[in-house]
């Protein structure tokens, strides 16, 4: 079955930190665009953190550069968000997401695109 499971959220006070992760099923992660998106309560879904498996090309929302990290686990087959000196505008559902390093190409089971279920991320004190 094809799918991405991410784990690692909760609460969490302000200044504190979380790490999540995905792991994918069904497929492997070579030559792939890594991502991690939220969507906060009432707002639209926004673009986090992105990483190329192969070059490991990274990018960062300009909100969370310099306190978040994205990186894969090459061993574990899994795709991690380190956040470090959360705020209370980080509170939101996190997604990642998988797609081919070339646009327009399945990744998996005729889908272009494969989105976990989402994480819930609870910054407050």
């Known amino acids: 079955q094809v799918a991405l499971a991410e784990s690692g959220g909760g609460l969490v006070q302000p200044g504190g930190s979380l790490r999540l992760s995905c792991a994918p099923s069904?497929?492997?992660?070579?030559?792939?665009?890594i991502s991690w998106y939220r969507q906060a309560p009432g707002k639209e879904r926004e673009l986090v953190a992105m990483i190329t498996s192969m070059g490991r090309n990274t990018n960062y929302a300009d909100s969370v550069r310099g306190r978040f990290t994205i990186s894969i686990d090459n061993a574990k087959n899994t795709i991690n968000l380190q956040m470090n000196t959360l705020k209370p505008e980080d509170t939101a559902v996190y997604y990642c997401k998988v797609e081919d390093i070339v646009p327009g190409i399945v990744v998996a089971d005729g889908k272009l695109e494969i989105w976990g279920q989402g994480t819930l991320v609870t910054v407050s004190s």
């Open positions: 069904g497929f492997f992660l070579s030559r792939k665009r």
